[in-house]
C-alpha cells in the first residue's frame, strides 16, 4: 500500500487541469482503534477526506488504476467499506453547474449564498458589504499572499454598549486549507447573517456592538485560486520549497508553537508538510502578526470536513491546565449543543490531539500557546469535498447558531 500514485493517480486534462475523471470514493468504516491507526498510518499514501476517528467513517479518495490495490488492502484488515461515488470529477463538475457568479458593482442582492464563489467574487463581495453596512464594517488588508493577493478581513461590530478598545475580540479565519470551499461558503453565509438581522434581531445586535468580530474569509488565497483553475483538490500553499519540484507547504503545520513536532512531515511533497521553518509562509506569518495585535480573544479555524469542534492541544496529548480545560471543555459541549438544537447534527467535541490525532504547528495551538487566547477552537464543517452547494444553507445555519454561542460564551467568562 506503498505506491502513491497508484492509488491517487492524477491525469491533467485540458487547458493543464487535473482530472479526477474515473476516480472512486470510498466509505470506510472505522470500528476498532487498531483499524484507526492502520489508516492513520497510510494518511501519507492515501488521500482521506476527513480524519480516521474512532466509531466514524472517513472517506478516500482512489484512482482507477489503484481501486485493486484499495479493496485488497481494506479486506486484509478487515475493514468493511461503501463506494459512495464511482466519479469524483463529475461531482467537481455538478459544484459549480449553473453557478450565477457575482461581479464587481453588482447590487448585493446578486450575490448568491448558497453556491460556491470565486477568491475575486468573495473580495469583491465584501466590498461591496464595506459599501452597504458601513456603519458596522471595516475592511483590514492584512497583507498579501506569496502570489501578490489580498488577505482581506472584514471587521464587524457596533458602536454601542463599549468602546471599540474595550469590546472582547473574537477572530475567525476559514480556507486555510485551499480545497475546503464548504468553510469560506460558511463563513460568507454568517457574515451576511450577523449583518442582515443587525437591525431587526436583539441578539444580533447584543453580540455585534458588546464585541469585536473579524472575518478573514480566504487564509490560504494562492492555493484556493489555484483550486479553482488547477486542481479542486489542492491543499497548500503555492510557494515553491528549495530543492524539491513538490509546491507548497501546509500551512496549519506551520505555526511557531511546538513546531517540527509530531504530526507534520518534512517531506515537500507531503500534504501536511511543515515547511522549512516556522512562518516560512507568508500567509501563515502575516495571520500571526495580525493576531498578536488583538490581544486576548476568541478564536476559530474552520475546516471541512468531519463534524468536529476542537480545542488545544493539537501537538500533544497532554491536556491543557486544568482551570482551561474545564473552560474549553464547557465551551466545546455548548457550542456543539447549539448545533444539534438546529437540525439534530451530532460533532464530536474535546482535545484536537484526541478526538483525531497529533498535528504539530496548528494556529489553534499557537493561538493559546503563544497568544494565551483560552478560547481557541478549530472546527470541522459537515459533508465532503465533493458536497455539492446545497449543504452550504444548512451548514450556514447550523454554525451560526454556534457562532452566537461562542459569542455569549466569551462575553460571560471575564477572564477570557
Not at 9 to 25: D, F, M, N, Q, W
Not at 153 to 179: D, L, Q, W
Not at 366 to 380: H, K, N, P, Q, T
Amino acid at each position: 500500500m506503498r505506491c502513491l500514485p497508484l492509488l491517487m493517480g492524477l491525469a491533467v486534462g485540458t487547458l493543464g487541469k487535473v482530472s479526477y475523471e474515473g476516480h472512486r470514493v470510498l466509505r470506510v468504516g472505522v470500528d476498532s482503534e487498531a483499524k484507526r491507526d492502520v489508516l492513520r498510518g497510510e494518511m501519507e499514501n492515501m488521500d482521506f477526506w476527513g480524519e480516521p476517528v474512532l466509531g466514524r467513517k472517513v472517506d478516500v479518495r482512489v484512482s482507477g488504476e489503484g481501486l485493486e490495490a484499495a479493496v485488497e488492502f481494506l479486506r486484509r484488515h478487515n475493514m468493511t467499506y461503501t463506494v459512495e461515488t464511482d466519479n469524483v470529477e463529475e461531482l467537481f463538475a455538478a459544484q459549480t453547474a449553473n453557478r450565477k457568479g457575482y461581479a464587481k458593482g453588482q447590487p448585493l442582492e446578486n450575490f448568491d449564498y448558497f453556491e460556491y464563489h470565486t477568491y475575486d467574487e468573495i473580495i469583491d463581495w465584501m466590498h461591496e458589504m464595506r459599501r452597504h453596512y458601513g456603519h458596522l464594517v471595516t475592511l483590514v488588508n492584512m497583507g498579501s499572499s506569496y502570489e501578490g493577493r489580498e488577505l482581506l478581513a472584514m471587521r464587524v461590530t457596533g458602536s454601542e454598549s463599549k468602546t471599540s478598545k474595550a469590546k472582547p475580540k473574537i477572530f475567525t479565519n476559514y480556507a486555510i486549507h485551499a480545497r475546503e470551499w464548504l468553510s469560506p461558503a460558511t463563513g460568507i453565509y454568517m457574515i451576511y447573517q450577523m449583518l442582515d438581522q443587525y437591525e431587526i434581531s436583539g441578539e444580533i445586535k447584543y453580540l455585534v456592538d458588546s464585541i469585536e468580530w473579524t472575518f478573514l474569509p480566504v487564509t490560504n488565497p494562492d492555493g484556493y485560486v489555484y483550486t479553482w483553475t488547477n486542481d479542486r483538490m489542492w491543499r497548500k500553499t503555492r510557494s515553491p520549497n528549495a530543492g524539491s519540484s513538490c509546491i507548497g507547504t501546509d500551512p496549519n503545520r506551520n505555526w511557531g508553537y511546538a513546531w517540527g513536532g509530531p504530526g507534520a512531515s518534512t517531506n515537500p511533497c507531503s500534504e501536511s508538510y511543515m515547511g522549512s521553518k516556522a512562518f516560512s509562509e507568508i500567509e501563515v506569518q502575516t495571520v500571526a502578526d495580525y493576531l498578536g495585535t488583538l490581544g486576548h480573544k476568541g478564536y476559530i479555524d474552520f475546516h471541512c470536513c468531519g463534524e468536529m469542534w476542537m480545542s488545544p492541544w493539537s501537538y500533544t496529548t497532554e491536556l491543557p491546565p486544568a482551570s482551561d480545560y474545564h473552560h474549553q471543555m464547557t465551551a466545546n459541549e455548548q457550542c456543539t449543543n447549539a448545533i444539534k438544537a438546529v437540525y439534530g447534527t451530532v460533532y464530536a467535541y474535546g482535545p484536537i490531539s484526541r478526538v483525531i490525532y497529533v498535528a504539530s504547528g496548528s494556529s489553534v495551538d499557537y493561538a493559546y500557546g503563544e497568544l494565551g487566547d483560552r478560547y481557541s477552537f478549530a472546527v470541522e464543517l459537515p459533508g465532503s469535498f465533493t458536497s455539492p452547494a446545497t449543504i452550504i444553507r444548512p451548514t450556514g445555519i447550523e454554525t451560526f447558531a454556534a457562532l452566537k454561542e461562542f459569542g455569549f460564551v466569551i462575553l460571560n467568562d471575564p477572564t477570557a
